[in-house]
């Protein structure tokens, strides 16, 4: 089933659209809410929040614009923000330690001007090229642990190279990237 | 600066989430257990105020104590907790077509099997289902009366038949109907004359198909009916005008509220696959109904006789012994059942002997496909070299690893149109043993300078998957090639294990 033919099941047929949209993509979204919430959620507030973004895209069931992007990425957006939320509230409540991979943001920028706007976005723009430009795996080492939470364990499984190769390659990454940046 | 960059891949947009996540080309997806993904959905669906899951329908159906020792049997073995985990509680059996879940709507079935004969024929009404606004009937027919050598003599040469008949060479003689099958639609002259009355009223006919073989013939109808109209109290009558015979049928309700109640179940893997066990004319007849929720297409269940085969498929195992079904697979006398069994809904058939009463129909594994795609880009090393590359490309049960990449001259080699041929060997990395993933040919689609190479050929295959394509590209302008990797097959090796007692 094609995205487009997938948004017209969730307005037509809502409760199929759901299941669908779910079946297809629930282990993508538990992958980028756990990456976030593992250190300070359980189980069952990670399966909560799968399901609010769920939810949340159900909402936006007719507003919905493929030509922005993928349902995949509509996906991740929510998870993310939805995630942070969760994050926060928690971090609240169970006074955790902020770690190095986590840390108060705010769940949608709101820029205070025009420019600060202007600025993020080619902020945005310009590490995302770079990442690209880093090649693979190092691309997709960046991905995984900045974007999805991953441990370096999982990197290496994931990517079958050794743990300390992971590591060695995200500092070079790293350096290159905070060079990039660095000049906006 | 880790800190940094988190806040930023944080705060993409959805164009920019997009863009990221086309060009990782990977698949980064977490693990979920069955109880996971049933209790995510609910609270999404309860969330939303949708319907799905409805509350538990308690069914008038009666197991029978063996059965039901069986199935508390079954279900501890296979651990309470996994099971059923991903299915709902309502369940429609609608025999010979499915079992449909959380389905709006009435359905009923026959109620008890009628078997009625005269001088001519034995005639046994088997299957009937009522939903979606229609009604199914099948019913078979065994001629008393039959020419059971001039049936022979059509199966093994029936061109000598045809020649005795119109005496010379002709392409469609007019045979005997001994065999023959129709889709949906019999020619109206040979259409049986079959009428269905409730309270003396008939019944609109819609359709109708027709299978003979030997002095067996198997027709079913679909009539025209309003599924409200039907009841448990109400009795109907099949005619069949052309042998002067008919019988009296009631319906029963086909709502169940497990699929144990249905039959023995087995899941695995998000698919449940329940067995309906009947025994028809001294044979042993297992109807199997699946419901796949596991993101994977079901394409069989290990028949032999089909593509995805390991050599072996599933049998029975009885007091006697085991039992293989008969060939082929999932089809009794060919012709004359392999139509009225869907693929997936699939029926077998074993001999078995008079003291079995024991059943165990075992699965020893599935074979499915998914939908999944994935692109990478090869850079075409320099003639004669190897390029090493152990890329791995990921697929939600695992990767499969482009190990080396080499190209040499093709045979064609003119002045306009230099061969070159590229080499790839591939290795399967199964993440699990009962996850085993292969690319059949045909899937691995390779691009150069936008077009789609025309000319491919596979070397080399480790069970059932290819590890090695040749693709042969005429004077490649670019040096970076497109693969494309589409719908990997898996077998399932998760056995499924169905116990009943008769």
Known sequence: MLEEELCELLVQSPERGLEVLMNRYMAFVCAIVRGKLSEVCGKRDVEECVSDVFYEMYRMRESLDLTKGSLKAYLAVLAKRRAIDVYRKQRKTNNVLTSLDVRDCDVAPSPHNVEEAVADKELSLLLLKEIQELGWPDSQIVIRKYYFGQSTRTIAQALGIKENTVDKKKSRALAKLKQAISHV | ?502
């Not at chain 2, 800190?3 to 990221?20: A, G, N, P, R, Y």
């Not at chain 2, 059923?84 to 077509?97: D, N, T, Y």
């Not at chain 2, 290795?427 to 085993?436: E, F, L, M, T, V």
């Open chain 2, 1 to 502: 600066m880790d800190e940094k960059i988190i806040e930023i891949l944080d705060t993409l947009s959805v164009e920019q989430t997009d863009k990221m996540l086309q060009e990782s080309r990977d698949v980064v997806e977490m693990k979920i257990s069955g109880g996971q993904r049933r209790r995510i959905k609910q609270a999404a669906y309860r969330k939303a105020g949708l319907k799905n899951p409805r509350p538990v329908c308690i069914p008038k159906v009666v197991i029978p104590l063996a059965a039901a020792a069986v199935l508390l049997a079954s279900l501890y073995a296979a651990g309470l907790d996994s099971v059923s985990a991903a299915f709902s509680q309502v369940f429609k059996l609608l025999p010979g077509q499915g079992i449909q879940e959380n389905e709006e709507g009435a359905g009923y079935m026959l109620a008890q099997c009628v078997t009625v004969e005269n001088e001519e024929i034995i005639f046994t009404l088997e299957n009937v289902v009522a939903a979606d606004n229609g009604i199914t009937v099948s019913y078979i027919i065994e001629k008393k009366d039959f020419d059971e050598q001039l049936h022979q003599r059509l199966v093994e040469d029936p061109f000598s038949v045809d020649q005795e008949i119109a005496g010379v060479f002709e392409w469609w003689p007019d045979r005997p109907e001994t065999i023959s099958c129709t889709g949906w639609g019999i020619p109206p002259e040979k259409a049986p004359s079959v009428s269905l009355r409730t309270e003396g009223t008939e019944v609109t006919k819609l359709a109708g198909k027709q299978c003979i073989y030997g002095k067996y013939e198997r027709s079913t109808f679909r009539y025209e009916w309003n599924t409200e109209e039907v009841s448990e109290a109400i009795t109907y009558t099949l005619s069949h005008g052309d042998y002067n015979v008919s019988l009296d049928f009631q319906m029963k309700n086909l709502t169940y509220g497990a699929l144990e109640e249905i039959g023995p179940t087995g899941y695995n893997n998000d698919i449940s696959i329940t067995a309906v066990p009947k025994v028809l004319n001294n044979k042993l007849q297992v109807d199997l109904y699946s419901i796949n929720k596991s993101g994977y297409k079901l394409l069989t269940y290990g028949d032999v006789n089909k593509g995805g085969s390991r050599g072996y498929g599933p049998y029975l195992e009885t007091n006697s012994g085991i039992k293989q079904p008969y060939e082929p697979r999932c089809a009794l006398e060919q012709e004359f059942y392999e139509f009225m069994v869907d693929e997936v809904n699939c029926r077998f058939v074993f001999d078995i002997e008079p003291t079995d009463r024991e059943f165990t129909f075992k699965i020893p594994y599935l074979f499915v496909y998914s939908g999944e795609e994935q692109t990478v880009f090869l850079r075409m090393p320099q003639e004669g070299e190897v390029a090493r590359l152990n890329q791995r490309v990921e697929f939600s049960e695992g990767p499969i690893v482009i190990e080396t990449v080499e190209t040499a001259k093709g045979e064609i080699q003119t002045e306009d149109w230099p061969e070159v041929v590229l080499k790839i060997t591939l290795r399967y990395d199964n993440q699990s043993p009962n996850i085993i993933m292969c690319f059949p040919g045909g899937v691995i689609v390779f691009d150069v300078d936008d077009t789609q190479i025309w000319r491919q050929s596979n070397f080399g295959w480790d069970e059932g998957g290819i590890i090695g394509v040749h693709a042969f590209i005429s004077s490649p302008e670019s040096d970076e090639v497109k693969v494309v990797f589409q719908y990997p097959q898996f077998w399932l090796m998760d056995e499924y294990a169905l116990s009943f007692s008769l």
